[in-house]
């Protein structure tokens, strides 16, 4: 088992005179036995970031510790991590079973503990009717599962996994989540996953961390980056349909304030305790959020303390459970989930309704988190 640190972290790739500074200053802890996710756009650093863990790739600058043992010169096989990678081939002219009990041969362990622990993981990973077959013969999913297998049979310090679902249908990535989390939480070792997709993520992972462009964004819960996303980048990235952003002024109404959006004209009101906050710390301008999941046509049956703006439906995108509804005043889209069963039309006026607490608002300049 192993706590993995990365402190100041830094990876400039050097090619034909170019430099490409992929990492930057990357700072990390990931607590023993947990599982992390780093998540991030496609070229934002991830996959160099593995390999400079796991001692695939140097590091330009800074340190990776494991319990507290700085490994930056250790090779990929001293520091003890398994990893699985998207393209992880299989010995294709080796059985499934052949495929798992080969890093245990390389160990020199005997045929008799070989087998018993291919039986082990083999039934953890429901692969045990396939064990005779050659990777030739198997589906893409059966395929991950035993290169997954494969890395898990180790007994290694950490698990090292890139984007290992990324050519599975839906179907078929929500039952290897199911298994990988399922193995995590028998076997409890500490795990790095790597994914540009936010549901495997959020599904998986004790703590995500959001990065781009080399560099972390965040790194926490599922309920903090959700509800106190460090920055607009974050706010964005998380959730699906993206937030909603738009440009607001801070006008006073009375002792109250009113966050009316530039372009749209909408009012849209917070809690008493940010209203103080931005009074006191003389703010006028903020970049206002609001989650297309916090905003919701009125049904007659709204608690009390909701508030409400009103805007034309543009758009009504039917999904099966939920609509999507992009709605306007003025130029502005603003983007609302409804339930399906409501037939809105096209140009129709809608009221939404959203709670205070669920306007997140952003430094204009910065688009840091204000609260
Ligand atoms: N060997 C290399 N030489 C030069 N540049 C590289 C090398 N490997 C990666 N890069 C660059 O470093 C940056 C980060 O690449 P990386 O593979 O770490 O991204 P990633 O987040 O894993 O992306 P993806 O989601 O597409 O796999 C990219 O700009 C990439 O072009
Ligand atoms: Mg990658």
């Not at 299989?90 to 362990?109: C, Q, R, S």
């Not at 399922?182 to 409890?188: K, N």
Request: glycine share 8%; aromatic share 6%; proline share 4%.
């Amino acid at each position: 088992m192993a706590r993995v640190e990365l402190d100041q972290v830094n990876k400039v790739y050097r090619s034909r005179g170019q430099a490409v500074h992929a990492v930057k200053d990357f700072s990390l802890t990931v607590e023993d036995g947990s599982f992390v996710a780093l998540l991030g756009p496609s070229g934002c650093g991830k996959t160099s970031t593995l390999r400079m863990i796991v001692g695939l790739e140097d590091i330009s600058s800074g340190e990776i510790r494991f319990d507290d043992k700085v490994v930056n010169k250790l090779s990929p096989e001293a520091r003890n991590v398994a990893m699985a990678f998207e393209t992880y081939a299989l010995y294709p002219n080796f059985t499934v079973a052949e495929n798992l009990g080969f890093p245990l041969e390389v160990k020199g362990i005997d045929a008799a503990r070989r087998d018993d622990e291919i039986a082990r993981i083999a039934k953890l990973l429901r692969i045990e009717a396939i064990l005779g077959q050659r990777p030739g013969e198997l589906s893409g999913g059966q395929q991950q599962r035993v290169s997954l297998g494969r890395a898990l049979i180790r007994e290694p310090a950490a698990f090292i996994l890139d984007e290992v679902m990324s050519h599975l249908d839906a179907h078929l990535k929500f039952q290897m989540l199911f298994e990988l989390k399922r193995v995590h939480q028998s076997i409890g070792k500490t795990t790095v996953y790597v994914t540009h997709d936010q549901m495997e993520a959020l599904a998986l992972a004790d703590k995500v961390a959001v990065m781009t462009d080399g560099v972390l964004q965040q790194y926490g819960t599922r309920d903090d980056l959700y509800h106190r996303p460090a920055n607009r980048f974050v706010a964005d990235f998380i959730g699906e349909p993206p937030t909603n952003f738009m440009m607001g002024d801070v006008v006073s109404a009375g002792d109250a304030l009113h966050l009316r959006a530039l372009a749209s004209g909408l009012v849209f009101h917070i809690d008493d305790d940010r209203t103080r906050a931005l009074q006191q710390r003389g703010i006028q301008q903020v970049l206002i959020g609001i989650r297309p999941q916090n905003l919701r046509p009125a049904n007659g049956q709204e608690r009390q303390n909701v508030e409400r703006v009103d805007v034309e439906l543009l758009i009504n995108e039917y999904l099966g459970e939920q609509s999507i509804l992009t709605c306007a005043n003025g130029e502005t889209p603003l983007r609302a989930l409804a339930p399906p069963d409501v037939a809105y039309r096209r140009g129709e006026r809608i009221g939404l309704h959203y709670e205070k607490r669920d306007v997140m608002l952003f430094d204009p300049e910065s688009e840091v988190f204000l609260g």
